[in-house]
């Protein structure tokens, strides 16, 4: 892991983390391909893509709905009971998210609100890759289920035989998942987002993959929905002089072992922790089954921040932030207010981030690569639709009338005030003469600004045409 030392009050800087940033070109560029491939060709392009990237394509992409019941049977009755205390915990955290229409009247009858719908279809994508994540599978659909939405399909990549996973497909059973179709990659995104003749086009796309998979969906977006373009997994550990320095590197190796490019932030004001912290991943980086995932994230994408207070520290974090936060410090809880940006934040160090990934109840689907700057978890909320509600009365046109025709003549837009000025003289029980409505759009003559508004521009900066 790199260090990086803060001194003399100098604050953590972007350059300090050396994010990669946006998707690669030559990413961007294959996804394109890809996607467009899909859109003129549909099926056949689809399953020509399956093959090649996973070797595998089975010979109808849609699961059979007895394939779900049988994935039930076959699991363990241990991991169907996790399953289970895991799907009810998720569905009551985001039974709290929903939110609901609402309206208010004016004084004079108008009546104001929202509108409250849920999207007519969403996919959720569910990677395959390097593990199974039957826990994103629960994650990502249990939303969709309780904002309402009717067709909630599932697509994940096929495994070497072009079937799926026993515990992925108990998943999609247990969650409620309506269809769910063995296709993955930048294909699946494409499929979902446009259709093709077996594969029903969806008006939103959530859930996490590889960067192909963030690459189609920034790709599509705009022509159908999407929640984010996430990026490689990754935590932030902030920790005092009382942490465990073993609980931390354990937690450090639990983002780790995700991918190789996930990235593992320590950030702490004692000097003498991070040496413990390296000391004991090293003796558990080499018990661990996926221990060349696990190294080569923690050497190439592990930072050290060593801060002169928790003061800073804390300042540090939010430059950071992070997908998942830990807080493994004296009085976590006093810092929960100070902290500005993270994905999901866990206070106290009995509060483990896998417990957030799995049972806890809040999404894991989580903004990524300091997006959480501006962007949330995977919610009810992203799965509803809000449309705006206006219902005037012809006394609550007269009160707003005048000034809204006013607005529209400083905008030069004359249909504008006509429309509302028609409706005016109507209210009034006035009439009007239909090829002479100049006044009645505008009833008087807005003075135009003298000139414009000048700040020490000099006479000598204009350009020469």
Request: negative net charge; aromatic residues 6%; contains cysteine.
């Amino acid at each position: 892991m790199r260090t990086v030392v803060l001194e003399g009050g100098r604050r953590l800087t972007q350059a300090d983390l050396n994010r990669a940033g946006a998707l690669p070109a030559e990413v961007m560029e294959a996804a394109e391909k890809i996607v467009a491939d899909v859109r003129a060709r549909g099926d056949v392009a689809v399953r020509e893509l399956c093959v090649r990237f996973d070797g595998a394509c089975p010979d109808a992409f849609r699961v059979p709905d007895e394939a779900l019941a049988a994935a039930l049977e076959a699991v363990p009755q241990e991991f169907l009971a996790a399953l289970t205390q895991a799907r009810d915990q998720i569905r009551d955290f985001h039974e709290r998210e929903r939110e609901q229409s609402w309206f208010t009247a004016r004084a004079d009858g108008t009546i104001l609100g929202v509108q409250v719908t849920p999207v007519a279809s969403a996919a959720v994508y569910v990677p395959g890759g390097r593990a199974q994540y039957p826990s994103t599978v629960l994650m990502d659909t249990i939303p969709a289920k309780v904002a309402g939405v009717p067709r909630v399909v599932m697509v994940t990549p096929p495994q070497a035989g072009g079937g799926l996973n026993p515990y992925t497909l108990a998943a999609a059973a247990l969650a409620g998942v309506d269809e769910v179709y063995a296709v993955g990659g930048a294909q699946a995104v494409a499929a979902v987002a446009y259709g093709t003749e077996s594969i029903p086009a969806v008006d939103k796309i959530v859930g996490p993959g590889n960067a192909y998979v963030a690459a189609a969906k920034r790709l599509v977006s705009g022509d159908v929905g999407i929640d984010m373009v996430a990026g490689p997994s990754e935590v932030c550990v902030l920790a005092d002089a009382t942490a465990d320095p073993v609980v931390v590197a354990a937690d450090l190796m639990a983002q780790a072992e995700h991918d190789p490019m996930a990235s593992c932030y320590l950030v702490t004001c004692d000097p003498e922790l991070p040496d413990r912290v390296l000391a004991a991943a090293e003796r558990l980086v080499a018990q661990s089954p996926r221990e060349e995932i696990t190294r080569a994230s923690l050497d190439d994408r592990g930072v050290i921040v060593v801060a002169e207070s928790l003061e800073a520290a804390v300042d540090a974090v939010n430059v950071v932030a992070p997908e998942h936060l830990e807080l493994h410090c004296e009085d976590a809880m006093a810092l929960l207010g100070r902290v500005r940006n993270a994905g999901a934040i866990f206070v106290g160090a009995w509060s483990s981030e896998p417990l957030g990934d799995y049972v806890a109840g809040p999404n894991h689907t989580l903004p990524t690569g300091g997006t959480a700057r501006f962007s949330n978890p995977l919610g009810v909320y992203d799965f509803q639709k809000r449309s705006s509600v206006i219902c005037y009365t012809p006394e609550g046109l007269l009160a707003d009338a005048p000034a809204a025709q006013t607005l529209a003549q400083s905008e030069g837009l004359w249909a504008h005030a006509l429309s509302v000025g028609l409706r005016r003289r109507l209210a009034e029980g006035a009439s009007f003469d239909v090829d002479d409505v100049h006044r009645v759009a505008w009833p008087s003559d807005l003075a135009a600004p003298a000139g414009s508004v000048n700040w020490g521009q000099s006479p000598t900066c204009r350009s020469e045409v």
